[in-house]
C-alpha cells in the first residue's frame, strides 16, 4: 500500500446530486411498470446511508423482465448435456442515480445477472431494456452505441488491463473506440483529467498495470469505465480483493462519482455492510432467483426471507445491546442444474412447511401495498 492509497483522496464532489424539480418530474410521462418488474417506479427513493442521496424517481434507466440465464454443462467427455439455469426469471430495474445492490451467496448468479443485463452474456430468455430500448436482441453493430454507456468495473481489475499497455494507452484507448476525442492533444487532456480525477498522479499516465498496488489498479479500472461517460456500471465486487483499509476509498470514490455524474450502479458484493451504505435498494439472491427486493433501510431491518435473515444475522454489529441471535444456514447451496422443486430454499429452510414450500413456488410480490418490500416466501411473517 502506498502513501498516495493511504492519505491522497481525491477531493470529494461534494455537491449535492441535483434532484428534478417537482415541475420537471410532473412532464415527465411516469414509466408503467410491468407486472412485478417494479411496482414502485414512482416511490420516493430511500435515503442512502448517513447522507440523503437521492436517485431519481423518473423512468428507470434499466429493466429487465423475466430474464434467465441457461449454460449448457456437460459432465465427462460422454456425459450429456444438462441445462444450468444461473439466473432464473429475475425482474428488477434501476433508476438514474440509483445503486441496486445485489447480494447472494458464492455461485448463486449475481456476476451472470450482472454479464447478461449489459449483454456480455447472451440471455436466453427474457427482455432487458435500457433507457427506453429494447436491447434485448440487437445486433452487435446496433448496440455499440449504447455500450459506452454500460460499463462493468471487475473485482480483479488487473486481469482485465493490458499489461503492456500504459495507463495513457488503456484510458485513451476507451476514448478512441468510442471517439471521443478529437485530436490527440484533446485526448491527452482528457486522459489526464481522469486520471487525476480518480486520485492517481498525472504521472501514473507513463507507467504499466504492474507498477501499481491493488487499490492503484482499481483507480485505473474506474477510470477506463469512466472515460466514455456511462449512465449505468456494474459494479461486480469491486473492493473484495483490496485491503480492507483501501475500500473505504474505493467505495467514496464510487459513491462522489455516482453523485457528480449521476451514475446508477449494480453493486454486487458479498460485504453486506458495503452494500447497506452503497445501495438505495437491495435485491438478495438464492440459486438464480431474487427472493426478496427492498428499499435498503427496510431489507435490513425487517429481513422477511429465512434466506435474507440468514445472511444478515452474520454482518457483525459492534454494539452488544443490538446483537442479533445468528442463524445458521445448514447445508450446501444445491446445484442450479438440479434445483430442489417449489421454493429452492425449502431443504434449509426452518419455516418450510411440507407439501407446500416443496410442491409450489413463491411468487416475488410486495407484502403490504406500498411498502415496496417484495418476498418470495409463503411464510414471511413468522
Ligand atoms: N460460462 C458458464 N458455463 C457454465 N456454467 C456457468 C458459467 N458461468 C457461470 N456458471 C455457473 O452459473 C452459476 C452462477 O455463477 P456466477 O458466477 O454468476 O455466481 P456468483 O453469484 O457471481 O458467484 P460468486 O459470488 O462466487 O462470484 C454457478 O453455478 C456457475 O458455476
Ligand atoms: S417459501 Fe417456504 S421454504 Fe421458501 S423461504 Fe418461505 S417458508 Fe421457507
Ligand atoms: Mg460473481
Same mark, same amino acid.
Given at each position: 500500500?502506498?502513501?498516495?492509497?493511504?492519505?491522497?483522496?481525491?477531493?470529494?464532489?461534494?455537491?449535492?446530486?441535483?434532484?428534478?424539480?417537482?415541475?420537471?418530474?410532473?412532464?415527465?410521462?411516469?414509466?408503467?411498470?410491468?407486472?412485478?418488474?417494479?411496482?414502485?417506479?414512482?416511490?420516493?427513493?430511500?435515503?442512502?446511508?448517513?447522507?440523503?442521496?437521492?436517485?431519481?424517481?423518473?423512468?428507470?434507466?434499466?429493466?429487465?423482465?423475466?430474464?434467465?440465464?441457461?449454460?449448457?454443462?456437460?459432465?465427462?467427455?460422454?456425459?450429456?448435456?444438462?441445462?444450468?439455469?444461473?439466473?432464473?426469471?429475475?425482474?428488477?430495474?434501476?433508476?438514474?442515480?440509483?445503486?441496486?445492490?445485489?447480494?447472494?451467496?458464492?455461485?448463486?448468479?449475481?456476476?451472470?445477472?450482472?454479464?447478461? $443485463?449489459?449483454?456480455? &452474456?447472451?440471455?436466453?430468455?427474457?427482455?432487458?431494456?435500457? /433507457?427506453?430500448? %429494447?436491447?434485448?436482441? =440487437? *445486433?452487435?453493430?446496433?448496440?455499440?452505441?449504447?455500450?459506452?454507456?454500460?460499463?462493468?468495473?471487475?473485482?480483479?481489475?488487473?486481469?482485465?488491463?493490458?499489461?503492456?499497455?500504459?495507463?495513457?494507452?488503456?484510458?485513451?484507448?476507451?476514448?478512441?473506440?468510442?471517439?471521443?476525442?478529437?485530436?490527440?492533444?484533446?485526448?491527452?487532456?482528457?486522459?489526464?483529467?481522469?486520471?487525476?480525477?480518480?486520485?492517481?498522479?498525472?504521472?501514473?499516465?507513463?507507467?504499466?498495470?504492474?507498477?501499481?498496488?491493488?487499490?492503484?489498479?482499481?483507480?485505473?479500472?474506474?477510470?477506463?469505465?469512466?472515460?466514455?461517460?456511462?449512465?449505468?456500471?456494474?459494479?461486480?465486487?469491486?473492493?473484495?480483493? $483490496?485491503?480492507?483499509? &483501501?475500500?473505504?476509498?474505493?467505495?467514496?470514490?464510487?459513491? /462522489?462519482?455516482? %453523485?457528480?455524474?449521476? =451514475? *446508477?450502479?449494480?453493486?454486487?458484493?458479498?460485504?453486506?455492510?458495503?452494500?447497506?451504505?452503497?445501495?438505495?435498494?437491495?435485491?438478495?439472491?438464492?440459486?438464480?432467483?431474487?427472493?426478496?427486493?427492498?428499499?435498503?433501510?427496510?431489507?435490513?431491518?425487517?429481513?422477511?426471507?429465512?434466506?435474507?435473515?440468514?445472511?444478515?444475522?452474520?454482518?457483525?454489529?459492534?454494539?452488544?445491546?443490538?446483537?442479533?441471535?445468528?442463524?445458521?444456514?445448514?447445508?450446501?447451496?444445491?446445484?442450479?442444474?438440479?434445483?430442489?422443486?417449489?421454493?429452492?430454499?425449502?431443504?434449509?429452510?426452518?419455516?418450510?412447511?411440507?407439501?407446500?414450500?416443496?410442491?409450489?413456488?413463491?411468487?416475488?410480490?410486495? $407484502?403490504?401495498?406500498?411498502?415496496?418490500?417484495?418476498?418470495?416466501?409463503?411464510?414471511?411473517?413468522?
Amino acid at each position: 500500500m502506498t502513501d498516495r492509497e493511504q492519505n491522497d483522496e481525491p477531493e470529494s464532489g461534494s455537491q449535492e446530486p441535483s434532484e428534478a424539480s417537482t415541475a420537471e418530474l410532473q412532464s415527465e410521462t411516469y414509466w408503467d411498470p410491468p407486472a412485478g418488474a417494479g411496482a414502485d417506479a414512482d416511490v420516493e427513493p430511500e435515503p442512502r446511508g448517513e447522507v440523503a442521496r437521492t436517485a431519481d424517481k423518473r423512468r428507470p434507466l434499466v429493466q429487465v423482465e423475466r430474464l434467465s440465464k441457461v449454460f449448457p454443462v456437460k459432465k465427462g467427455l460422454f456425459g450429456r448435456t444438462r441445462l444450468l439455469r444461473a439466473v432464473d426469471n429475475v425482474s428488477l430495474y434501476v433508476r438514474h442515480a440509483e445503486t441496486l445492490g445485489l447480494v447472494g451467496e458464492s455461485g448463486c448468479g449475481k456476476s451472470t445477472l450482472g454479464r447478461t $443485463l449489459l449483454r456480455l &452474456i447472451e440471455p436466453s430468455f427474457g427482455r432487458i431494456v435500457f /433507457d427506453g430500448e %429494447d436491447i434485448t436482441s =440487437l *445486433s452487435q453493430s446496433r448496440l455499440r452505441p449504447l455500450r459506452r454507456r454500460m460499463q462493468i468495473i471487475f473485482q480483479d481489475p488487473y486481469s482485465s488491463l493490458n499489461p503492456r499497455m500504459t495507463v495513457r494507452a488503456i484510458v485513451g484507448e476507451a476514448l478512441q473506440i468510442h471517439k471521443l476525442a478529437s485530436s490527440r492533444s484533446e485526448e491527452e487532456a482528457k486522459v489526464e483529467a481522469l486520471i487525476t480525477r480518480v486520485g492517481l498522479r498525472p504521472e501514473a499516465m507513463n507507467r504499466y498495470p504492474h507498477e501499481f498496488s491493488g487499490g492503484q489498479r482499481q483507480r485505473i479500472g474506474i477510470a477506463r469505465a469512466l472515460a466514455v461517460e456511462p449512465d449505468f456500471i456494474v459494479c461486480d465486487e469491486p473492493i473484495s480483493a $483490496l485491503d480492507v483499509s &483501501i475500500q473505504a476509498q474505493i467505495v467514496n470514490l464510487l459513491l /462522489d462519482l455516482q %453523485d457528480e455524474y449521476r =451514475l *446508477s450502479y449494480l453493486f454486487i458484493s458479498h460485504d453486506l455492510k458495503v452494500v447497506e451504505y452503497v445501495s438505495h435498494r437491495v435485491a438478495v439472491m438464492y440459486l438464480g432467483r431474487l427472493v426478496e427486493v427492498a428499499p435498503a433501510k427496510s431489507l435490513y431491518e425487517r429481513r422477511y426471507h429465512p434466506y435474507t435473515r440468514a445472511l444478515l444475522s452474520a454482518i457483525p454489529v459492534a454494539d452488544p445491546s443490538k446483537r442479533r441471535l445468528r442463524v445458521l444456514l445448514e447445508g450446501d447451496v444445491p446445484s442450479p442444474i438440479d434445483p430442489p422443486s417449489g421454493c429452492a430454499f425449502h431443504p434449509r429452510c426452518p419455516r418450510a412447511e411440507p407439501g407446500k414450500c416443496d410442491v409450489e413456488t413463491p411468487a416475488l410480490q410486495e $407484502l403490504e401495498p406500498g411498502s415496496h418490500h417484495r418476498v418470495a416466501c409463503f411464510h414471511p411473517h413468522t
